[in-house]
């Protein structure tokens, strides 16, 4: 982190980089704990520790266990879980959040944030983005986003049981915001005398807003705040856009601060998110019995003296007897498709779906959380067919795949799946390495060179072991949400769509701190590619 200025700490943003959106917060003591969406990902709802708000480590998975997670076969991109509240009351840890592939709301329960956390308790309400709060005399609100649809109504609060998930009162209309499309993301804070509703309105993406009302009682009526949205990049040239679905909370000395979801768009116009909805931080201050918010800027001043903890090592040498909790799967990780002990310090990972453009693919990979990122693998396919994959859905992944002698780079972009290059590869482990790099390394001159704005917000480079010569670099932006929709973003992960392949070790980090540097010092050609560049490519999509 940062040095100090006129007696303050500074951190940088975002805090939780990669593809961690909707984060929610609760603090116990002097340690702080964090949730966010995992969609159609398992393990589900990541959970993170810190004890400054700013240095998060990740100590586990909220839903870690299929009975807890019940995901169809075909579900869809950006299905799945949405929008988890972590809150801790009566000694307890409460997570509600809402599976919208199979079931809806329900919530689970722990004594301790590491887990084991409970099997899931349903609530009979509809709608998305629940929220627990409690009142003085135990009464438990939940509040939540209506149905999107014709009927929508803004969001609701109902009076429920916790514990046995049972609806006590029916829902009631509570406030539809100022006006903007979907007031979602709800949460409830006593401040005082007052009732606080915090919300999200305008969409997820550049129109996302932070607006507020308050009242003296749940049941309303709500108040506006004359100052709403009180928070909202829409419209600037701001390097974070897309400010919203936010949560508050305190700090020991009765500091104020927001965690937030955020995007960082690069390349030409529209521009382009490539790691999702990441975790931000930022300060607040009261005025006039209102919050006051923002901007929201890459560099922020600090609550009070930093505290950083041991970083988890970029490096996963397959070493432990269950994987590690940064390590997730699209909808599901059979046990029989994976192993940690049929070769030691060896993930074994066996096929049981022959392609990644189709859900039941056996692929374990991790949010990229660098912009400039290296990710490496080392790996023994035998006789199957394995790779490296950075994926964002089914229908949009790029992979570095080795099968019959040789590697290949393989592009799938929509209905558009297309070998961009070869090469021969011996026989044996082999290393695969992926890297990402900022189009912003192109000079102006260049792009009047090629004829061509550089609209990349990055672009992807594929090495097969100690070449510093790429086998393909493709254009970054296609494995983004503006392309692909959803609200993901990209995973790099291993993958196997015939027999068995075994991988030594699993290292992402950025791309300035790789180890074996001289892979990645000079990757670029002297003109910037349009898609894909290779020396071998037989066709490339343009």
Same mark, same amino acid.
């Given at each position: 982190?940062?040095s100090p200025?006129?007696?303050?700490?500074?951190? %940088?943003?975002?805090?939780i980089?990669?593809?961690h959106?909707?984060?929610?917060?609760?603090?116990?003591?002097? %340690?702080y704990?964090?949730?966010?969406?995992?969609?159609?990902?398992?393990p589900?709802?990541p959970?993170f520790?810190?004890r400054?708000?700013?240095h998060?480590?990740?100590?586990g998975?909220?839903?870690?266990r299929?009975?807890?997670l019940?995901?169809p076969a075909?579900?869809?991109?950006?299905?799945?879980i949405y929008?988890?509240t972590?809150r801790?009351?009566d000694g307890?840890?409460?997570m509600?959040t809402?599976n919208?592939?199979?079931?809806?709301?329900?919530?689970?329960?722990?004594?301790r944030?590491?887990g084991?956390w409970?099997?899931?308790v349903?609530l009979d309400?509809?709608?998305?983005?629940p %929220?627990l709060?409690?009142?003085d005399d135990g009464?438990?609100?939940?509040?939540?986003?209506?149905?999107?649809?014709?009927?929508f109504?803004?969001v609701q609060?109902?009076?429920?049981?916790?514990?046995?998930? +049972?609806?006590l009162?029916?829902?009631?209309?509570?406030?539809?915001g100022?006006?903007?499309?979907?007031?979602?993301a709800p949460?409830l804070?006593r401040?005082?005398?007052?009732?606080?509703?915090?919300?999200?309105e305008? !969409?997820?993406?550049?129109?996302?807003?932070?607006?507020?009302a @308050?009242? @003296?009682?749940p049941?309303?009526?709500?108040?506006?705040?004359p100052?709403?949205?009180?928070?909202?990049?829409r419209?600037?040239?701001?390097?974070?856009?897309?400010?919203?679905?936010?949560?508050?909370?305190t $700090?020991?000395?009765g500091e104020?601060?927001m965690v937030?979801?955020? $995007?960082?768009?690069?390349?030409?116009s529209?521009?382009f998110h490539?790691?999702g909805r990441?975790?931000?931080?930022?300060?607040?201050?009261?005025?006039d019995?209102?919050?006051?918010?923002?901007?929201?800027?890459?560099?922020e001043? &600090?609550?009070?003296?930093?505290?950083?903890?041991?970083?988890?090592?970029?490096?996963d040498?397959f070493?432990?007897?269950?994987?590690?909790?940064?390590l997730?799967?699209? @909808?599901?990780?059979?046990?029989?498709s994976?192993?940690?002990t049929?070769?030691?310090?060896w993930l074994a990972l066996?096929a049981?779906?022959?392609?990644?453009?189709r859900?039941?693919?056996?692929?374990?990979g991790?949010?990229?959380?660098?912009?400039e990122?290296r990710? &490496?693998?080392?790996?023994d396919h035998?006789?199957?067919?394995?790779g490296?994959?950075?994926?964002?859905?089914?229908?949009?992944?790029y992979?570095?795949?080795?099968?019959?002698?040789?590697a290949?780079v393989?592009?799938?972009?929509?209905?558009?799946?297309?070998?961009?290059?070869?090469r021969?590869?011996?026989?044996? =482990?082999?290393?695969?390495?992926?890297t990402t790099r900022?189009?912003? +390394?192109?000079?102006?001159?260049?792009?009047r060179?090629?004829g061509?704005h550089?609209? &990349?917000?990055?672009f992807?480079?594929?090495?097969?072991?100690?070449?510093?010569?790429?086998?393909?670099?493709?254009?970054g932006?296609?494995?983004s949400?503006?392309?692909?929709?959803?609200?993901?973003?990209?995973?790099?992960g291993m993958?196997v769509?015939?027999g068995t &392949?075994w991988?030594d070790?699993? %290292?992402h980090g950025?791309?300035?701190?790789? =180890?074996?540097r001289?892979?990645?010092?000079?990757?670029?050609?002297?003109?910037?590619p349009?898609?894909?560049?290779?020396?071998?490519?037989?066709a490339?999509? !343009?």
């Amino acid at each position: 982190m940062n040095s100090p200025t006129s007696g303050a700490s500074f951190h %940088d943003n975002p805090v939780i980089p990669g593809f961690h959106p909707d984060p929610s917060v609760c603090r116990v003591g002097e %340690d702080y704990y964090l949730v966010c969406s995992s969609f159609e990902y398992f393990p589900g709802v990541p959970i993170f520790h810190s004890r400054d708000l700013v240095h998060w480590r990740q100590i586990g998975n909220v839903l870690d266990r299929p009975a807890q997670l019940p995901l169809p076969a075909d579900a869809m991109a950006s299905d799945g879980i949405y929008a988890p509240t972590i809150r801790h009351h009566d000694g307890r840890f409460w997570m509600i959040t809402t599976n919208v592939s199979q079931g809806g709301n329900f919530l689970v329960t722990a004594d301790r944030p590491e887990g084991p956390w409970s099997d899931p308790v349903w609530l009979d309400l509809p709608g998305i983005d629940p %929220d627990l709060a409690w009142d003085d005399d135990g009464t438990c609100w939940c509040a939540f986003a209506g149905a999107h649809g014709p009927t929508f109504t803004g969001v609701q609060i109902a009076r429920v049981d916790p514990g046995s998930g +049972k609806v006590l009162e029916d829902p009631f209309p509570a406030w539809a915001g100022t006006g903007l499309q979907w007031p979602e993301a709800p949460h409830l804070y006593r401040v005082g005398g007052w009732w606080y509703l915090l919300i999200a309105e305008g !969409g997820t993406e550049r129109g996302h807003t932070v607006a507020i009302a @308050r009242a @003296r009682s749940p049941r309303g009526p709500w108040e506006s705040a004359p100052a709403n949205p009180i928070l909202s990049h829409r419209g600037t040239a701001h390097p974070v856009q897309s400010t919203g679905h936010a949560d508050l909370v305190t $700090t020991p000395d009765g500091e104020w601060w927001m965690v937030l979801l955020a $995007t960082r768009p690069a390349g030409y116009s529209p521009k382009f998110h490539v790691l999702g909805r990441e975790t931000f931080l930022t300060p607040v201050q009261w005025e006039d019995g209102w919050p006051r918010v923002g901007p929201v800027n890459l560099r922020e001043r &600090a609550p009070g003296a930093l505290r950083p903890q041991e970083p988890a090592p970029q490096r996963d040498d397959f070493d432990a007897p269950e994987p590690e909790p940064r390590l997730i799967s699209p @909808r599901s990780r059979p046990d029989g498709s994976w192993s940690l002990t049929e070769r030691q310090g060896w993930l074994a990972l066996h096929a049981t779906g022959g392609t990644l453009d189709r859900p039941g693919c056996t692929f374990v990979g991790r949010r990229q959380q660098h912009a400039e990122s290296r990710t &490496a693998v080392l790996l023994d396919h035998g006789t199957g067919r394995a790779g490296l994959s950075v994926r964002l859905s089914a229908g949009h992944h790029y992979d570095l795949e080795v099968a019959g002698g040789q590697a290949s780079v393989i592009a799938r972009i929509g209905p558009l799946r297309q070998v961009v290059a070869t090469r021969a590869v011996p026989a044996g =482990p082999v290393v695969l390495v992926i890297t990402t790099r900022s189009a912003r +390394k192109w000079s102006v001159g260049e792009e009047r060179l090629s004829g061509l704005h550089v609209a &990349a917000p990055d672009f992807v480079a594929f090495h097969v072991g100690t070449d510093p010569e790429p086998l393909a670099e493709l254009d970054g932006r296609y494995l983004s949400t503006e392309v692909a929709t959803g609200f993901t973003g990209r995973v790099i992960g291993m993958y196997v769509t015939e027999g068995t &392949a075994w991988f030594d070790w699993f %290292d992402h980090g950025p791309l300035d701190d790789a =180890p074996g540097r001289s892979l990645t010092t000079d990757l670029w050609p002297t003109t910037p590619p349009l898609f894909g560049t290779s020396r071998n490519a037989s066709a490339l999509i !343009g």
